[in-house]
């Protein structure tokens, strides 16, 4: 029998997609979560759901057994503590399990951005998860991606609340920073062709769509889709502070990660090299106005 792929943050927006998407193909997945009780209703047969918490070393133990391939799709930006320390510490867990076991892969999911620059401390923290993860000596495949467009995504959620809210919407720099958005579904071919990938090195791929735009050109395709009129007014001299205080004022549900992610749009989040292009041919990413309709249409299915 083929050994279970293990999916962490099944419960949450790219791992629930990851986990039908890898039920689909065939493949037998051992889920481990916090919340066991949340999968009770989207599992095949063959899916195994462990309870475990990543932060703690001991509930992590033997959850890996007979794993080869490990899918590490979690973050704690919806804590309330210091999430930076506690992802440096979950990789840490993760990495020294997935080590002992004997696990030949992990695969991780980051943040696109030019590690040159000054970055915020939430793209910092996801560089500095793969570095942990690597240091384990388990190879690491890691992609980085920019804003990922779909239902339930927690980026377009935040231009959805928005746009639907604010028909007059004062709009700070960050609104113009220029990112390379995706689409779900062309997320999730790279990631699972990550499985196949003929590698014994580590590897990072810069992932995106073919469209490189702002937050702002987002909010204005999406309200072109909608059919609403919205007037963008800009005020250059909304800190990111205040402005993510603001988003927590029209979007109470998505506040505490939303001003995590707004403080991170900083500086662009483009593809710059063309390495995942290269070596998974066969994805071609759809554009920013495909993968909107897509999201408005497939909404509640996604
Ligand atoms: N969504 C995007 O636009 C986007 C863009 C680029 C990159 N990414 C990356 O994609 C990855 C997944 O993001 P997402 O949007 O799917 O996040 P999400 O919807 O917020 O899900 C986070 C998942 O992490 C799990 N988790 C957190 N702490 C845990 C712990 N201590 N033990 C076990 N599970 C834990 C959560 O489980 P609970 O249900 O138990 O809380 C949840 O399943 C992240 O690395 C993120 O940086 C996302």
């Known amino acids: 029998m083929t050994s279970p792929i293990l999916l962490t943050g099944a419960t949450g927006y790219i791992g629930g997609r990851l986990l039908?998407?890898?039920?689909?193909?065939?493949?037998?997945?051992?889920?481990?979560?916090?919340?066991?009780?949340?999968?009770?209703?989207?599992?095949?047969?063959?899916t195994e759901v462990v309870s475990a918490n990543i932060l703690d070393r001991e509930s992590l133990k033997g959850t890996m057994?007979?794993?080869?391939?490990?899918?590490?799709?979690?973050?704690?930006?919806?804590?309330?503590?210091?999430?930076?320390e506690q992802d440096r510490r979950a990789a840490h867990n993760f990495g020294a399990e997935a080590r002992r076991a004997g696990v030949g892969r992990i695969i991780y999911l980051g943040g696109l951005g030019e590690t040159s620059e000054e970055l915020s401390p939430h793209l910092r923290s996801r560089q500095e998860v793969a570095e942990v993860l690597r240091a384990s000596g388990v190879q690491v495949v890691e992609?980085?991606?920019?804003?990922?467009?779909?239902?339930?995504?927690?980026?377009?959620?935040?231009?959805?609340?928005?746009?639907?809210r604010l028909p007059v919407m004062v709009t700070?720099?960050?609104?113009?920073v220029t990112a390379q958005p995706m689409a779900i579904d062309d997320l999730l071919q790279y990631l699972s062709a990550a499985l196949d990938l003929k590698t014994d090195d580590h590897a990072i791929f810069e992932i995106g769509g073919p469209d490189a735009v702002s937050y702002g050109d987002l909010m204005r395709e999406y309200a072109r889709q909608?059919?609403?009129?919205?007037?963008?007014?800009?005020?250059?001299?909304?800190?990111p502070r205040l402005s993510s205080l603001w988003l927590g004022l029209v979007t109470p549900l998505y506040s505490r990660i939303g001003r995590k992610l707004i403080d991170s749009i900083r500086h662009p989040t483009v593809v710059r090299d063309n390495a995942a292009r290269q070596t998974f041919p066969h994805i071609r990413p759809q554009g920013v106005r495909e993968a909107i309709a897509s999201a408005l249409g497939n909404e509640g299915r996604e």
């Open 20 to 46: 039908r998407v890898l039920q689909n193909a065939g493949h037998r997945v051992r889920c481990v979560t916090r919340r066991p009780e949340a999968l009770q209703c989207c599992v095949a047969p063959t």
């Open 65 to 84: 057994d007979g794993v080869e391939i490990a899918y590490y799709m979690i973050h704690s930006m919806g804590s309330r503590g210091d999430f930076e």
């Open 143 to 164: 992609f980085r991606a920019s804003i990922v467009i779909g239902s339930g995504s927690l980026s377009f959620e935040m231009i959805r609340s928005l746009v639907e």
């Open 172 to 176: 700070p720099r960050w609104v113009n």
């Open 226 to 239: 909608r059919g609403l009129k919205r007037l963008m007014i800009p005020v250059p001299l909304l800190t």
